[in-house]
């Protein structure tokens, strides 16, 4: 296991890395929460292969649901991280914690307020962005594409083929809901 | 009688012990339990009055009810698993063998140790340096941590899968009842 483990706790990148999340507030907190979204972005990309291979959905449409998916997937990530590094930074940092914790007394203030960065950007991204501002931009949205695209289709096709079943549909704004 | 003379602990008191105490659980664990209580608590209340979508009520509340199964499933394996995973990188650093060149180089004074750990420890150097590794073995522990989450998504999901159903089950069975 050593051998494993030995390059990559002597190598300068992950040393590097180590110094800087213990002396950077900012890039710890940051961290996590690209850390966070890496979790989302492959919970998107298995989505797209799971739409992609779904027989229940109409075949014209599955490209489409698909990059919904995708695009839904990016805009997520994207507005996280957005949120989550302004949250993080020392500016706001510091103007919250004299706050909040101005006359309060800490054991390990230095781990306190790492902690604390963490949490407000994990907050502001993972609960406010993606739980909250996500969802209410992007359901109006995939609607009215589902609504453009979707105009055209011949009658055969089962309009209502994702909406059957409330587990087993697949309609992009149902994606973005279901996270 | 003479009342004994008590300050009342202030809320920003007991709020900074309370971060004090999570901050000990580390990055990776407060991720999925920040994510878990959004899935939990948020996600349901915005399927169910998200007022720009036209799904049919029944429909939202299944796809609500799915929200905390899932989170509940989610947090319990990944915790679980987590546990697991530290305990073992604890085992092998109690044995010496996650040792970084950061604190060897603390201890050989290349490398300057941070104020902060230094304030922490009262500038004991050997106490700060012990602080050090520690600091390094938890933020290992959340890297790989983060790796294990990802590698854990897909069968969490199909454990989801397989739960929700039972528990769906049971739920129409009591307004079936009822």
Known sequence: MSSILTPITQSKFFNNHLKRVISDDTFA????????????????????????ENKKIPEKRRPFVAAMDLASGVVTSIAQIAVGFSIAS??????LWKRIFGDAQFKNIGLAKKSFATILALIGSGLITERIIVPLIATPLATLMENKFFKNIPADTPQKAYHNYPFEQNSPFKQILNK | MKVPNVTPVKFNQRLANSL????????????????????????PLMILYNPFTKESKENKEWAAVKQPVEAVVTIAAQILSLNLLYKGIDKLAEKGKLSFKLV?????????????????NNGDIQKSIMAMHKNCIDIFKDRVGTILTIALYIP????????????ADLLTKDSKNE
């Open chain 1, 29 to 52: 907190a940051k961290t996590i929460v690209v850390c966070s979204v890496m979790k989302d972005v492959f919970a998107y990309s298995v989505r797209y292969k799971t739409t992609m």
């Open chain 1, 90 to 95: 020392p500016k706001v940092q510091n103007h």
């Open chain 2, 20 to 43: 004090e105490k999570f901050s000990e659980q580390g990055g990776e664990k407060i991720a999925n339990y920040i994510n878990a209580a959004g899935k939990f608590a948020i996600a």
């Open chain 2, 104 to 120: 060897q180089d603390a201890i050989n004074g290349v490398e300057k140790i941070p104020d902060t750990i230094l304030k922490a």
């Open chain 2, 156 to 167: 969490i999901l199909a454990i989801s899968n397989r739960v929700f159903p039972i528990i």
